[in-house]
């Protein structure tokens, strides 16, 4: 498990601030249930319980018995986790979350077109490892973060639509800026980073790295 085991419960808190960033972004559309496929630990739906309303429901699904474990923490009355796949279970519900989970599944397309099925709309966030520091760098997510698939801006909306989903919008999320404890070497590449951004996210995106991407899709 490439996480260190913390199966990146640190990181809930900023990519639970960013899911509620783009419902923020569109008030029409108000989900009462809300589930994550792979949830991991379930800290982001943990957080998202103290960003959302109240009568606001959410189930996570992971398949991984250690990080259920770990899930249970933060179960209550309004959020319940369950071991096993999601699409075993014929709830649906009305947003469902994917939370950087894409970019692991050898059959992505599949996956996809299975997700788009289980709710009425859908968030996925997707790290966008293709950039021109990673491929000059001869950097390998495959072997560093297990990611097997590599996306630009262009591939995850492209992938999205493909697997016959509505765009409805979407957002860059600057995780290497923002997120704390930072390796030395994420640190050092934002000095570069902080003024490439203050130009264009999107082009510090293409040329740096360390920005996801966000769909919002129906």
């Known amino acids: 498990e ?3 085991g913390t199966w990146h419960l640190e990181d809930s808190p900023f990519k639970a ?19 994550e496929i792979g949830c991991g630990a379930g800290g982001i739906l943990s957080e998202l319980q103290t960003l959302l309303p109240h009568h606001v429901t959410f189930t996570g699904y992971e398949i991984s018995p250690q990080a259920h474990a770990i899930s249970a923490r933060f179960s ?37 077109r ?22 000059l760098r001869g950097f390998n997510a495959w ?6 698939h590599l996306f630009t801006v262009e591939t995850a909306l492209k992938s999205v ?10 957002i860059l ?3 290497a800026l923002a997120m704390p404890n930072q390796p030395i070497r994420t640190r050092l590449a934002n000095l570069m980073r902080l003024p490439l951004a203050k130009l264009s996210a999107k082009f510090a995106a293409r040329l740096v790295g360390g920005y996801s991407i966000l769909i919002l899709a129906e």
Not at 114 to 135: E, M, Q, W
């Open 143 to 148: 072997d560093s973060v297990g990611h097997i």
């Open 76 to 112: 209550s009355a309004q959020c319940h986790y369950v071991l096993g796949d999601a699409f075993a279970d014929p709830s649906l519900y009305e947003l469902v979350l994917v939370m950087d989970v894409v970019e692991h599944i050898e059959d992505c397309f599949s996956f996809l």
């Open 114 to 135: 299975r997700t788009r099925n289980k709710g009425r709309f859908k968030l996925y966030h997707i790290p966008l490892d293709a950039h021109c520091s990673a491929v």
């Open 17 to 35: 601030r960013q899911v509620a960033k783009m419902l923020a972004r569109h008030p029409d559309i108000h989900p009462n249930t809300i589930c």
């Open 2 to 4: 490439k996480t260190g």
């Open 161 to 170: 639509e493909y697997t016959g989903h509505r765009v409805v919008d979407w």
């Open 173 to 175: 999320t600057d995780g």
